[in-house]
């Protein structure tokens, strides 16, 4: 079945340095989504990518989408207590139980040092 | 609007007891999802559903049930807990198979 797999899995960096995960899928996908999950919350959708090579911004955070469909990367520029949490990536796909799924990465736990 | 709802927000069960974690949103969304998170494990997907009265095995159904006799309602049943049952669940839901989840607060259970 479809796997997405996300590295690194822990980042530490001081306040205003840069941070950039990177996500990639065992499969094409249709698209690829992205979470945050802050410390004790839950996850909550930041953005949708569908288009090959496709580049989308929001405010600090760049989201890029590979030209064959099969990863993916955020950056955070200048980074601030506010962005802690984990970023997972997602796409969908079928399961090894072949379900359609949206099958998550493992996600990476971001820690800014004040 | 409340998106999605959960409760409880915490549990803990002895060993052998059941329970039912409910979950209900009110966007009229015709997809649902029950996912378990493990710390460092990422989600894992338990059921899910594409309407009212269809549902479907995930990655991980062993040890749950779910019905969807309304839109807004998906309620997960476990019937005899056990200590790997103890996780946090997620509900969410989707307005179709591709989109955006939104996710409810979660369910933190604890089986001893």
């Known amino acids: 079945g479809q796997q997405v797999m996300q590295i690194p899995q822990y980042q530490h960096v001081q306040e205003g340095e840069d941070f950039t995960t990177y996500c990639n899928s065992s499969?094409?996908?249709?698209?690829i989504q992205w979470y945050k999950q802050r410390p004790g919350g839950h996850p909550v959708f930041l953005i949708q990518l569908v288009k090959s090579g496709e580049v989308k911004k929001q405010k600090r955070l760049t989201f890029q989408f590979g030209e064959a469909k099969k990863n993916s990367s955020l950056h955070i520029t200048a980074t601030q207590t506010t962005d802690v949490g984990t970023y997972f990536c997602?796409?969908?796909?079928?399961?090894?139980?072949?379900?359609?799924?949206?099958?998550f990465g493992k996600g990476t736990k971001l820690s800014v040092i004040p | 609007n409340a998106g999605v709802t959960q409760t409880p927000k915490f549990r803990i069960l002895k060993i052998g007891q059941s329970m039912t974690l409910q979950c209900t949103q009110d966007?009229?969304?015709?997809?649902m999802y029950w996912y378990r998170q493990d710390p460092g494990m990422g989600l894992k997907l338990i059921y899910y559903?594409?309407?009212?009265?269809?549902?479907d095995k995930g990655e991980v159904p062993n040890g749950y049930n779910v019905s969807r006799s309304t839109t807004e309602d998906f309620p997960l049943r476990l019937e005899l807990a056990a200590p790997s049952q103890t996780s946090v669940y997620f509900c969410?839901?989707?307005?179709?198979?591709?989109?955006?989840?939104?996710f409810g607060s979660g369910t933190r259970l604890t089986v001893v």
């Open positions: 559903s594409v309407g009212a009265g269809i549902t």
């Open positions: 997602a796409g969908p796909g079928y399961s090894g139980a072949g379900s359609y799924q949206l099958t």
């Open positions: 966007m009229n969304h015709n997809y």
């Open positions: 499969t094409t996908l249709s698209n």
């Open positions: 969410a839901s989707s307005p179709d198979r591709d989109g955006g989840y939104t």
